[in-house]
């Protein structure tokens, strides 16, 4: 079983709603991630946190809010979403790169929440 | 621009045999490279890293090699089962932040 535990596993929202989807792990990471995967596509970063700051943004439109609250938690705010934004949302974590002495390098990805926006 | 490239084509393997993945790196000069296992609808696993001062690590039925000179790496399992299907994708980091960006990734379908 993942470690990473993402709610929930599918969402269905029409293009004016707006939603959230979460993610939490407790191994003590300081690096959290979201990726979105596409059918048949490799995972493509969107945000990464770094000791619960935003260190990465991969140019997402402003309709992807990412919030880190606190060290275990990590969501992503939905807002006026497009047909094309469905897909496979991942969040991982792992230690931090420029922190951590023994950088094993490893994510552990949560299991994905499934989006389609209608 | 950068690019991770891995055989798109799916590999068929019979059961025992060894297959072997590539992936090929261009504008890049990662600190680590990784693979990672991705069965249908779910999220990748971390398999193995491998380090740029590293030629070569082992893992179980599982070894990776790492040329940075030709901007490669081969993944072989060996004793290749059924179980092994899925799809594999390599990962590059570099050695500042926290990014970590896959390649295509590669489906191997293992026959029994």
């Known amino acids: 079983d993942t470690e990473v535990t993402q709610t929930p596993k599918h969402l269905v929202m029409g293009m004016t709603n707006k939603k959230s989807l979460k993610c939490e792990q407790h191994m003590g990471h300081r690096a959290m991630y979201w990726y979105k995967q596409k059918a048949k596509k490799p995972p493509e970063l969107m945000f990464v946190?770094?000791?619960?700051?935003?260190?990465i943004n991969e140019s997402v439109p402003s309709r992807f809010s990412p919030e880190c609250p606190n060290s275990s938690l990590l969501n992503l705010h939905l807002h006026a979403l497009q047909p094309e934004d469905s897909a496979l949302y991942l969040c991982?974590?792992?230690?931090?790169?420029?922190?951590?002495?023994?950088?094993?390098?490893?994510?552990?990805f949560g299991e994905g929440s499934r989006l389609t926006v209608l | 621009s950068q690019k991770i490239e891995q055989n798109s084509e799916a590999l068929n393997i019979q059961e025992g045999k060894t297959a072997t993945l590539t992936c090929n790196y261009t504008n890049y000069s990662p600190a680590y490279l990784q693979w990672y296992r991705q069965d249908p609808g779910r999220g990748p696993v971390f398999l193995l890293l491998i380090r740029e001062n590293e030629k070569e690590k082992r893992k179980e039925r599982l070894k990776v090699t790492f040329d940075t000179t030709l901007k490669q790496s081969l993944f072989h399992i060996t004793a290749s089962q059924p179980a092994d299907s899925a799809t594999y994708l390599c990962?590059?980091?570099?050695?500042?932040?926290?990014?970590?960006?896959f390649g295509g990734g590669t489906r191997v379908l293992v026959k029994p």
């Open positions: 946190y770094s000791y619960e700051k935003l260190s």
């Open positions: 990962a590059l980091v570099r050695a500042a932040g926290n990014k970590l960006t």
């Open positions: 991982a974590s792992s230690q931090d790169l420029s922190t951590s002495g023994t950088y094993t390098g490893e994510l552990f």
